[in-house]
């Protein structure tokens, strides 16, 4: 079943991250898709803050994966894996680069940027990816997913 | 000292070697795998990123280095590798090619920090000569496509981050730019010639955190602000001079947050230095109104900017970090360093 969530403000989108967090237990893949200054890094962040990351979020497009560790102790996530296919010629390169490392594993969360690079790539693993859309028209931001 | 240094933390395959006997160095080597034609040698086209085209390129760059060098492993008295931060997977190509020489050869292996030496390749300009007498305590402004950090150095190797970029490195700003306007990849040097005919005050574009009380940056707001600016303009991205004037002003925002943050944190930090490094220090406008900038600060500062050709990831840079680590601790420290190095994908200064 898809979601339509209306996100053009920043209270709208943070309550948005917060949300997803919270159904998050370790092992998902989160691929997102959209076009520049959508949100994608946006959203990525105050899901970290939610998650409980202490460290700064900032984009991976030109160091292609970050990895940043929860604080929360009690979590049964202890990393958030964050990549970006921006860059990416070859889809193959996402493999080449190590998430191979760290998808599907229980105590993990990827997030993905421009995952629309790699979608066959992302489907050959096998795990579960839940696609997030954003969507900008104007300045209403729309977020599918 | 001569010194074999190795880099692979992201896109670039290098080595170098680099001779320092007292205050006077001497480039002996300085091969960066994309700006050769060794591609052509070995086959294929070295892509923009490609992890494991390290695993292909480190051996006959290496081969290269050593043979342009006119250096035997005798003559090396050390090997400096960057062990972090970067991609684990690019990292650990230079580092394990690193290790096993310096165990082969049983010399010391210096671990030695990306960004450190990005800071530290301000030290040397040409093929030889003196090293710049650079005065410490100094503030370096290190912008690049992955990077944008402000850094206090106490000396060369006490170094930490006094500010840096909450969102996107102003470098990925500019290509994201780029590629709105139709520029193409890599798209910092586009935006930069479009914008030397255009006019900088054209367009009002935000100066993010440019108030703000510490020395923190935001490049993701202006790159949205270009793009809503252009989003009801299609027509006009045909216009050169329309898109220049994007470019310029664009450019002239960034500009205007990355001088206003590293003087202020040159007065508080009172600071005798200011340094630039990384690749978007390449840019001749940043490099002109932050020279400029200093002069006009009449306060005895002096400004130091990188070679070009050591603005973009290089292994050059790198050995300059390891002589001032050896220099500082001792090549004893480094013997056997191939027993504990290992890649940190995340390394703080």
Same mark, same amino acid.
């Given at each position: 079943? =898809?979601?339509? @969530?209306?996100?053009? &403000?920043?209270?709208?989108?943070?309550?948005?991250?917060?949300? !997803?967090?919270?159904?998050?237990?370790?092992?998902?893949?989160?691929?997102?898709?959209?076009?520049?200054?959508?949100?994608?890094?946006?959203? =990525?962040?105050?899901?970290?803050?939610?998650?409980?990351?202490?460290?700064?979020?900032?984009? $991976? &497009?030109?160091?292609?994966?970050?990895?940043? $560790?929860?604080?929360?102790?009690?979590?049964?996530?202890?990393?958030? !894996?964050h990549l970006d296919c921006y860059r990416l010629d070859d889809p193959q390169e996402l493999i080449h680069i190590g998430i191979t490392d760290w998808i599907g594993?229980?105590?993990?969360? !990827?997030?993905?940027? @421009?995952?629309?690079?790699?979608?066959? !790539?992302?489907?050959?693993?096998?795990?579960?990816?839940?696609?997030?859309?954003?969507?900008?028209?104007?300045?209403?931001? &729309?977020?599918?997913? | 000292m001569i010194i074999l240094s190795i880099e692979s933390s992201c896109d670039e395959t290098a080595a170098a070697i680099l001779e320092i006997t007292g205050a006077r160095f001497r480039v002996r080597a300085h091969v960066v795998a994309s700006q050769i034609p060794l591609h052509k040698k070995y086959g294929g086209v070295v892509p923009e990123v490609a992890a494991r085209r390290h695993v292909e390129i480190i051996i006959p760059v290496l081969?290269?280095?050593? /043979?342009? %060098? /006119?250096v035997k492993k005798a003559d090396i008295d050390a090997i400096a590798a960057v062990n972090g931060p970067g991609l684990n997977m690019a990292l650990i190509v230079g580092l394990e090619t690193a290790k096993t020489l310096a165990y082969a050869w049983g010399k010391p292996l210096i671990p030695v920090n990306h960004i450190k030496a990005h800071m530290l390749a301000n030290f040397i300009s040409g093929e030889q000569g003196r090293l710049h /007498?650079?005065? *410490?305590?100094?503030?370096?402004?290190?912008?690049?496509?992955?990077?944008?950090?402000? %850094?206090? +150095?106490?000396?060369?190797?006490?170094? /930490?981050?006094?500010?840096?970029?909450?969102? #996107?490195?102003?470098?990925?700003? *500019?290509?994201?730019? %780029?590629?709105?306007?139709? +520029?193409?990849?890599?798209?910092?040097p586009a935006v930069a010639q479009r914008a030397t005919a255009g006019d900088p005050l054209a367009i009002a574009f935000p100066r993010p955190m440019l108030t703000s009380p510490n020395f923190n940056f935001s490049f993701s707001g202006i790159k949205t602000a270009v793009r809503y600016f252009i989003e009801d303009k299609k027509p006009q991205l045909k216009n050169k001079q329309f898109i220049a004037?994007?470019? %310029?002003? *664009?450019?002239?925002?960034?500009? #205007?947050?990355?001088?206003?943050?590293?003087l202020a944190a040159a007065k508080k930090y009172n600071v005798k230095s200011i340094l630039l490094g990384g690749g978007v220090s390449a840019n001749k406008e940043l490099r002109k109104q932050m020279r400029n900038a200093c002069e006009k600060m009449n306060s005895g500062i002096q400004y130091f900017e990188p070679d070009i050709a050591m603005t973009t990831d290089n292994a050059l840079m790198g050995a300059i970090a390891g002589y001032f680590e050896a220099s500082e601790l001792g090549l004893e420290k480094f013997r056997n360093g191939w027993k504990k190095v290992r890649p940190q994908v995340v390394l703080d200064l």
């Open positions: 079943m =898809t979601m339509r @969530w209306d996100v053009s &403000t920043k209270r709208e989108m943070n309550a948005f991250a917060r949300e !997803v967090a919270r159904s998050l237990h370790g092992g998902e893949v989160l691929a997102l898709e959209g076009t520049l200054g959508a949100g994608k890094t946006y959203f =990525t962040q105050q899901l970290a803050k939610a998650l409980d990351v202490k460290t700064a979020v900032t984009s $991976p &497009t030109f160091v292609l994966m970050n990895i940043y $560790p929860i604080a929360n102790k009690k979590s049964t996530i202890h990393q958030l !894996v594993r229980p105590d993990t969360v !990827v997030v993905i940027e @421009w995952a629309d690079k790699a979608r066959e !790539v992302l489907k050959s693993f096998n795990k579960s990816t839940h696609l997030i859309k954003f969507l900008v028209s104007g300045s209403k931001r &729309t977020v599918v997913m | 081969d290269e280095t050593l /043979r342009t %060098a /006119r /007498r650079i005065a *410490f305590p100094a503030l370096c402004l290190v912008v690049s496509g992955g990077h944008t950090s402000l %850094a206090l +150095l106490k000396t060369p190797t006490n170094i /930490r981050i006094v500010g840096s970029t909450l969102d #996107d490195a102003v470098g990925e700003a *500019f290509d994201k730019v %780029a590629n709105m306007l139709g +520029l193409g990849y890599p798209g910092g004037d994007v470019c %310029a002003s *664009f450019q002239q925002a960034c500009i #205007d947050v990355l001088l206003a943050k590293t």
